[in-house]
Nanobody, 126 residues
Framework: QVQLVESGGKLVQPGGSLRLSCAAP?????????????IGWFREAPGKQREGLAC????????TYTASAQGRFTTSRDNVNNTVYLQIDRLQPEDTAVYYC??????????????WGQGTQVTVSS
């Protein structure tokens, strides 16, 4: 199973921005493009079901977003440094959640996700 390591979660005031990182360590140094098809993001808010947000093709950089992530979320990848990012703008208290990095996210189906990171906590509060 792939090891994914998220970082960047913290306490942020409403209206602020945040960039989360997902490192996909690759001891073989062969690059993201040779190991994974897609890497993306889910989140789990308190008392709510886990939901998909964004998914990016490692090969061509094309991104897809769920309705929950349209407009304020942007995902990108750095194949040289084996890292995928999630930029979140205009943060709202409802964005408070644990954010997870995943592989195999094309259809945003938890049952089809290959690997999960340990999650990073984002808290939006004044």
């Amino acid at each position: 199973q792939v090891q994914l390591v998220e970082s960047g979660g913290k306490l942020v005031q409403p209206g602020g921005s945040l960039r989360l990182s997902c490192a996909a360590p690759n001891p073989a140094r062969s690059g993201l493009i040779l190991l994974y098809d897609t890497i993306g993001w889910f989140r789990e808010a308190p008392g709510k079901q886990r939901e998909g947000l964004a998914c990016i093709s490692v090969r061509d950089g094309r991104s897809t977003y769920t309705a929950s992530a349209q407009g304020r979320f942007t995902t990108s990848r750095d194949n040289v440094n084996n890292t995928v990012y999630l930029q979140i703008d205009r943060l709202q208290p409802e964005d408070t959640a644990v954010y997870y990095c995943v592989t195999d996210c094309e259809v945003f189906d938890e049952a089809l996700v290959g690997s999960w990171g340990q999650g990073t906590q984002v808290t939006v509060s004044s």
